[in-house]
């Protein structure tokens, strides 16, 4: 939505009633956590822990910045501008590898990046055509090939789009452009038509469906590839090494927002609302969203770590990295395993 820009989150504050110097003690003792995320679905687990006020219980006082990427955030982890970091998995090696000390805690979604197609190119796709098949008639009837819009190289959305069109659908590389772009760029061109098909996240595909019903949704998040990692919340070494007691908080805290997320939709719309959409986007299409087959909430780390590889050894296919990166150290599990066994 064109109205994303940078929001600033805090726990909400204590009532007067127990406005005590306890009170402002525990104020003092907060921890600022200063929050890097991309505006998708995925993210919903951080902004519901954070409006049922679980992170200000963990001492935590978070700062949320938007950024268009995952890659578009390492410059921001390696500067230290950043604390946290909450948006795809893929660039997360090569951040590490670089001497960026990162370290995945928790996943908050998987199987997020979803393929859909413009009415231009969605008619193509009728009675059963595989999607070789409706791109070839796509460039046969137009003379042009069919332009998808997707993020940058090294991003899950870019590296799961490939996947899907050279593994899976076998489609020509000449009836195909890709064309990068970030995420909500992707979400005005997809519905102006100028682009013909993208990789989108909620809540981009029930806003854009909503708009405009002539958009369909070609292949799902398993589709386009098995397994498919999505959104982690990765804490920076420093972080972690200065606030462990508040790491396992945020984790555990984590782990109960999904519950809610899944269990009770309606009572998360309107704290993931208020932060993907400025609360301006109706709560029932937040909710809508939340339900939708392309969200699948997931918070075990454990379960995407090996899909992680299989999307990094693919990458060194696609040439968008030069060789596989030693995980050691990138994944952080004990916070999970130590907030499920509470």
Do not use: C
Request: charged share 20%; net charge positive.
């Amino acid at each position: 939505m064109k109205d994303r820009r940078q929001f600033l989150f805090a726990g909400s504050s204590f009532a007067a009633a127990l406005a005590t110097p306890f009170a402002s003690a525990a104020a003092q003792d907060s921890i600022p956590a200063r929050i890097g995320y991309i505006p998708i679905i995925g993210t919903a687990p951080v902004f519901v822990a954070n409006g049922e006020g679980w992170l200000k219980q963990a001492s935590i006082a978070p700062s949320f910045t938007v950024f268009e990427s995952g890659p578009n955030m390492i410059q921001a982890l390696a500067s230290g501008t950043i604390d946290l970091y909450v948006a795809g998995v893929a660039p997360l090696a090569v951040a590490r590898s670089r001497g960026v000390d990162i370290r995945v805690v928790a996943s908050t979604a998987t199987g997020e990046n979803v393929f859909v197609a413009a009415p231009a190119l969605a008619k193509f796709f009728a009675a059963g055509a595989s999607a070789a098949v409706a791109f070839k008639a796509h460039r046969s009837a137009t003379g042009k090939p069919a332009r998808l819009a997707t993020q940058p190289p090294g991003s899950v959305p870019n590296t799961v789009l490939q996947y899907w069109l050279w593994e899976v659908a076998k489609a020509d590389k000449a009836d195909i452009e890709i064309v990068p772009m970030g995420i909500d760029a992707t979400q005005q061109a997809v519905l102006a038509g100028a682009v013909e098909g993208a990789i989108v996240r909620e809540p981009a595909l029930t806003i854009i469906q909503t708009r405009n019903p002539g958009i369909k949704l070609i292949a799902g998040g398993e589709e386009v590839f098995p397994g498919q990692p999505g959104t982690v919340v990765a804490v920076s070494g420093a972080f972690a090494t200065r606030n462990p007691d508040a790491v396992q908080k945020l984790v555990s805290s984590l782990a109960k927002a999904a519950e809610v997320l899944v269990k009770t939709p309606a009572k998360a719309a309107p704290h993931v609302g208020a932060a993907l959409g400025k609360g301006i986007v109706d709560p029932a299409l937040i909710e809508k969203a939340l339900t939708s087959p392309a969200t699948h909430f997931e918070i075990d780390p454990r379960k995407i770590i090996e899909p992680a590889r299989a999307m990094q050894a693919y990458q060194v296919k696609l040439g968008s990295l030069e060789k596989e990166l030693p995980f050691d150290g990138l994944f952080e599990t004990q916070y999970y395993e130590r907030a499920i066994k509470g």
